[in-house]
């Protein structure tokens, strides 16, 4: 498992982070989160699934893969960006447009994002640390807060492209 510190310094230089979460994303978005489907290099308790946003300056579709927790009948992820002083690109677009799709255990479900009140955060900052204690040093590498965002379900109905 890598330290905080260690997932900081390889999230330098940006494009190369991006085109590797981005190759992740994708394969997982193809298998419908069932290759891929841990965090192995940096926190191998951690499940990851495939979101997908509207960028909100391109307006393409851009998809990335995160760890997440399962709360309930949805998501629960963490903006850390691993600890830079900039917002995750991915959160950034679904405060623009909070409708996504993610790619999650073989189930490809839409879901709407939104950060978590203070009461959630602090019942699923001890869950995500179980995964991954970096997460709290990641605080302490940036000032912006790091929040916690639930994706929640929408309604449940087909995806474009499901079978019947």
């Known amino acids: ?13 940006r494009w ?3 085109r590797v979460t981005r190759v992740h994303g994708t394969l997982l978005r ?8 841990t965090n192995l290099l940096v926190a191998p308790r951690q499940r990851v699934l495939a979101l997908t946003t509207i960028g909100r300056k391109s307006g393409r579709r851009r998809t990335t893969a995160l760890g997440y927790l399962r709360d309930g009948e949805d998501f629960a992820v963490v903006a850390s960006n691993s600890g830079l002083d900039r917002a995750p690109a991915w959160w950034v677009n679904l405060q623009a447009n909070p409708e996504a ?3 999650a255990a ?21 869950r995500f640390l179980d ?12 000032t912006r807060k790091i929040p916690v965002v639930l994706l929640e379900r929408l309604a449940v109905a087909r995806v ?4 019947p």
């Open 30 to 37: 193809r298998t419908r989160g069932r290759l891929a489907a």
């Open 131 to 142: 995964q991954y204690p970096g997460f709290d040093g990641y605080s302490q590498l940036t």
């Open 106 to 126: 073989g189930e490809r479900v839409r879901v709407r994002a939104r950060e978590a009140t203070p009461e959630e955060h602090e019942r699923l900052w001890p």
């Open 101 to 103: 799709e993610v790619d």
């Open 1 to 13: 498992m890598l330290s905080a510190n260690t997932s900081n310094r390889l999230s330098r230089p």
């Open 160 to 163: 474009h492209g499901d079978a």
């Open 16 to 18: 190369l982070a991006t």
